[in-house]
């Protein structure tokens, strides 16, 4: 090989710095300034004559939209979700958004497992023990967390891939887990013309209410079962 060729070690953070950079031109063009309420109430007319007129060719579009937002972990994610709803109704926005969604998170997934795994394994025993039992059950562990909104999407997806988790067990994990939030936000969502008369913002705190948390937690913690079954069989039937 010749000394000109870039090191290995230094090739693998190239899709993370490209999806960095992404993000880094979108601020600098103004794009937060197209994703929120504002820019949505302003562009409503505009938006639904789109969605009417292009059919198929809108809902693609919606999702390669998506998709590049969650992939450079553009902010805006659960507004985006909500005109999903609003653009396309409650079950064909549900739809285009878990597939937007999805597609955005297994391109960050890809370019974090490509930069940062295995690092985990040079950061000490205890790290490391998290990170195989994440790489074990990791699935299972995903799921929770994608059905339990309390971290960032984005950070999610970082840390999946860092632990090297599968290809097909974040993409199955993200795809199910994400189906319930996004069905509530979509349902929230189809309701943001009467909310945009009025010039309120959207109520997403709805997401912490008691009849849509607790149901929520129910799902995670049927998710969780089998890995504390695997958990109590490792140890021999004998309790933790």
């Given amino acids: 090989m010749t ?14 710095a490209l999806l960095a950079a992404g993000a880094a ?27 009417a007129r292009n ?13 590049g937002l969650v992939a450079v972990s553009f902010p805006g994610a659960a507004l ?30 890809l370019a974090a497992r490509a930069g ?21 059950n990791g699935f ?13 999407f984005w950070l999610v997806n970082l840390a999946a891939g860092a632990a090297g988790l599968g290809l097909t067990s974040f993409v199955l994990a993200t795809f ?6 996004t069905f509530i ?13 009025e010039g309120k913002p959207p109520d997403l705190a709805v997401l912490f209410a008691p009849g849509v948390l607790l149901p929520l937690l129910g799902l995670a913690a049927m998710a969780l079962l089998p890995v504390l079954y695997m958990r109590w069989r490792d140890r021999g039937g004998e309790p933790a």
């Fill in 185 to 197: 936000l979509a349902n929230l969502g189809s309701g943001l013309g009467a909310v945009i008369a």
């Fill in 116 to 136: 940062l795994a295995g690092l985990a394994a040079r950061a000490g025993p205890r790290t490391q023990k998290i990170a195989a039992g994440f790489r074990r």
């Fill in 25 to 51: 031109l979108l601020f600098a063009l103004g794009g937060q300034d197209y994703v929120g309420f504002a820019a949505l109430a302003e562009h409503r007319e505009w938006l639904l004559g789109f969605v």
């Fill in 140 to 152: 299972n562990y995903l799921l929770v967390i994608r059905l339990i909104p309390l971290f960032p």
């Fill in 80 to 109: 985006l979700t909500a005109t999903s709803g609003f653009l396309f109704g409650p079950w064909l926005g549900t739809l285009y958004a878990v597939l937007g969604a999805t597609l955005g998170a297994t391109i960050l997934f």
């Fill in 55 to 67: 059919g198929a060719v809108a809902a693609l579009a919606f999702i390669a939209v998506y998709a």
């Fill in 3 to 16: 000394g000109s060729a870039a090191p290995p070690s230094v090739r693998r953070f190239v899709p993370l």
């Fill in 176 to 181: 199910i887990g994400i189906v319930p939030v």
